[in-house]
């Protein structure tokens, strides 16, 4: 049986769930701010229950692509910035191995440790991997915080179409003389819901958090209500 110092001490940071976790959010954010924001414009505009619901399903549908598109694009341009930089210092692995083996060396001692344990570290971590010890110490990458385009761009799509629904479904079952009320506070629900959420998952305070995106979200919706009603009042 094996003792206590013997048995493997396994820890999962937040740090490992960071990458879906930011597109999650950013997408479910904009889904509720984006669909519930062109309802109150158009509500405030006048327009019809009809054309309400089927400016909410047009900004789910377009929201959802545009957020997957977007985050594909994003999420592979620093994937490949990331590829070229391991490419780059596999090279120059392969062409001067002690000059490489210097600059680890003063990575370790810039962060504590004295010069002799610092070459002694960095001889024996690149003998184990030495592109990995240089992605790692040196380029700061790493398997938790790898970009990974179509993770973040399903995240992002599948996010904002969770988001954009609830305001939907609100446009769905709400009576057409008070929509604009019922969208605007369920939207300001919704929004403070989902920033308590992202903090109790990221490990943040929930409170801020949670004022923090629901403040941010009534600023949004007033001012695209604020536009509807105006162009809403023309002649």
């Known amino acids: 049986m094996k003792s206590r110092h013997q048995r493997a001490h396994l820890e999962r940071h937040r740090t490992e769930r960071i990458g879906w976790l930011r597109a999650a959010v ?3 954010n904009d889904g509720i701010i ?7 414009g158009v509500a405030a505009a006048q327009a019809s229950h009809a054309s ?7 900004g789910l549908v377009a929201g959802a692509m545009s957020m997957a598109a977007g985050e594909f694009v994003s999420v592979h341009s620093q994937a490949d910035a990331e590829k070229a930089d391991l490419e ?16 680890l060396t003063a990575i370790y001692v810039r962060r504590g440790l004295d010069h002799e344990l610092a070459e002694q570290v960095a001889r024996q971590l690149m003998a184990h991997d030495a592109l990995g010890a240089h992605a790692r110490d040196e380029l700061g990458l790493s398997d938790a915080l790898a ?3 179509l993770q973040a761009a399903m995240a992002s799509a599948v996010s904002f179409a969770a988001g954009a629904a609830l305001p939907l479904a609100v446009v769905a079952l709400a009576p057409a003389h008070s929509l ?6 369920s939207a300001v629900l919704f929004l403070a819901l989902l920033g308590a959420i992202a ?12 004022l923090r995106v629901a403040v941010w979200g009534t600023l949004a919706m007033g001012v695209t209500a604020g536009v509807g009603a105006l162009f809403g009042a023309a002649p």
């Open 34 to 40: 984006s669909t519930a924001s062109l309802v109150a």
């Open 88 to 103: 780059r210092e596999r090279q120059e692995l392969a062409t001067d191995l002690e000059a490489e083996h210097r600059e």
């Open 147 to 149: 970009a990974r385009p």
């Open 26 to 28: 950013l997408g479910a």
């Open 199 to 210: 903090a109790t998952i990221g490990g943040t305070p929930v409170a801020r958090s949670a």
């Open 52 to 58: 309400i619901v089927t400016t909410a399903v047009a």
């Open 180 to 185: 604009l009320a019922w969208i605007t506070v």
